[in-house]
């Protein structure tokens, strides 16, 4: 076995230790859900073996052309769906700020009108028949990445009695290596119900909160049809190997 | 002048929700005709080396429920030890083994995974790690995504020699990552919480 240990390239450097208070707990019982899901004991650290140093890799041949388009990637034929059209864009980065070149990102969202196409959705808005809600695309070597929607609609959910989720779009992230894996949710600038929902109040940094929010860029609009929204994403980064002539991190 | 380090913070996480079939698992959902077929339905393809095993268990909160809206993802090494990655730095993968899988659990909170047993995978300090599959786990009422290791219970001479498991040994609490094999089929239960909850990692 000792031959597959020679030569070949350098071991891909392990990841920073993850930051936690960029995080929310596992039990935050203002989101109620997290009480019987929240694993009491402390999690095991130990820095990243082989197994979290690679991971699975798509490749740009498994798109379908409208994947990343969800006003036509579900609506009939010459139809498309009900909204406020935009583009959300962005650039995918870890934390040395290197951008993540040919890696997968998943998207989900409510329609227009806040309802999900879901078996166990229970609000009462409309489907739209034209909007199924799911997107996919991959970033390209730069590490940009962009897709076209309409605004989702904030939507009513039990919590609280009373409790809505602001406007926002899932997001699934990987990385060059399974440890990068991430689920998050975007959120739009100046949207009032995102100081009081509870599942983004499971995070207590607020400079936290605010990188979940994008920023409208009227820059990159295209009159008369979609407005943008810029979305920065950033994954776990590398540190350094020095066993190379250039430290693989840097 | 000193430098500054200023690394970027990592993109804070969020759960998956109620809703996670349909980004994950679309076609599962009743979203069809977007994509062909759901990511991660086969882990390994025809012709792939080593021994075809069944990985199967349930995902169970605190209270004893199933957790019926979960997302599980495995991610493997060949039966070589080798991963089919573009970070593994060793050539040779085998290409029938795709190594990753994803599965929405059933109204049971269960998952089942056709793939074959990996191989030995080295250490960061020399020697190997013991066979292993690593496990993500996201739902609602999941703030960030879970990850844990199964090992598995016909390799107690290599898992005695794993450094993670030595860890959770410590504790008293290594068995909850071995996964029962009985024949082909290898049994594996996730406990989020309560006596039994399984070890998650922080890697
Ligand atoms: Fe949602």
């Known amino acids: 076995m000792n031959d597959r240990l020679a030569n070949a390239r350098a071991e891909a450097g392990a990841f920073m230790e993850r930051d936690h208070s960029q995080h929310p707990p596992a039990y935050a019982p203002g989101y109620k859900s997290s009480v019987l899901r929240a694993p009491k004991q402390a999690r095991i650290s130990f820095a990243s073996t082989l197994s979290e140093k690679t991971g699975p890799a798509f490749g740009h041949n498994m798109l379908g052309e409208l994947d990343n388009d969800l006003i036509v990637n579900y609506a009939k034929p010459g139809e498309e769906a009900i909204g406020q059209r935009i583009v959300v864009h962005g650039q995918l980065l870890d934390q040395n700020a290197k951008p993540v070149p040919n890696v997968l990102i998943e998207f989900w969202q409510a329609n227009a009108g806040g309802r999900y196409r879901h078996k166990r959705e229970g609000y009462r808005a409309v489907l739209d028949p034209n909007f199924g809600g799911f997107g996919r695309t991959i970033t390209d070597e730069n590490g940009y990445y962009w897709f076209r929607t309409v605004k989702p609609g904030a939507y009513p959910w039990p919590n609280g009695v009373n409790d809505w989720r602001p406007a926002h779009i899932h997001f699934s992230l990987f990385g060059s290596g399974f440890a990068q894996r991430l689920i998050s949710q975007m959120y739009f600038e100046g949207d009032p119900m995102i100081a009081i929902c509870p599942i983004v109040n499971t995070i207590s940094d607020k400079a936290a909160i605010d990188r979940l929010v994008a920023r409208l860029d009227m820059n990159n609009t295209i009159p008369m049809d979609l407005r943008a929204y810029r979305f920065d994403i950033v994954l776990r980064g590398r540190r350094s190997t020095f066993f190379e002539n250039r430290p693989e991190g840097n | ?203």
């Open chain 2, 1 to 203: 002048m000193v430098t500054r380090l200023d690394y970027l913070k990592e993109t804070p996480s969020q759960t998956a929700g109620p809703y996670v079939h349909i980004g994950m698992t679309p076609n599962w959902s009743g979203i069809s005709g977007v994509i062909p077929e759901d990511l991660g339905s086969q882990v390994v393809t025809d012709g792939v080396k080593g021994e075809r095993i069944t990985v199967a268990g349930r995902v169970v909160d605190g209270g004893g429920n199933p957790v019926s809206d979960c997302v599980v993802e495995i991610w493997q090494a060949d039966a070589g030890g080798i991963y089919n990655s573009p970070a593994e730095h060793r050539t040779g993968a085998d290409p029938h083994c795709i190594g990753w899988g994803r599965q929405a659990a059933d109204e049971n909170g269960r998952f089942v995974f056709d793939t074959i047993k990996p191989g030995a995978v080295p250490a960061p300090n020399g020697g190997f790690m013991a066979p292993h599959i690593t496990f993500w786990i996201v739902a609602r009422g999941i703030n960030i995504g879970l990850q844990t290791r199964m090992y598995f219970s016909d390799e107690a001479d290599a898992n005695r020699k794993d450094p993670i498991l030595a860890k959770a040994r410590m504790i008293g609490r290594d068995g909850t990552m071995i996964g029962q094999r009985e024949g082909d089929s290898v049994t594996f239960d996730i406990y989020l919480q309560g006596e039994n909850e399984t070890v998650f990692l922080d890697i």
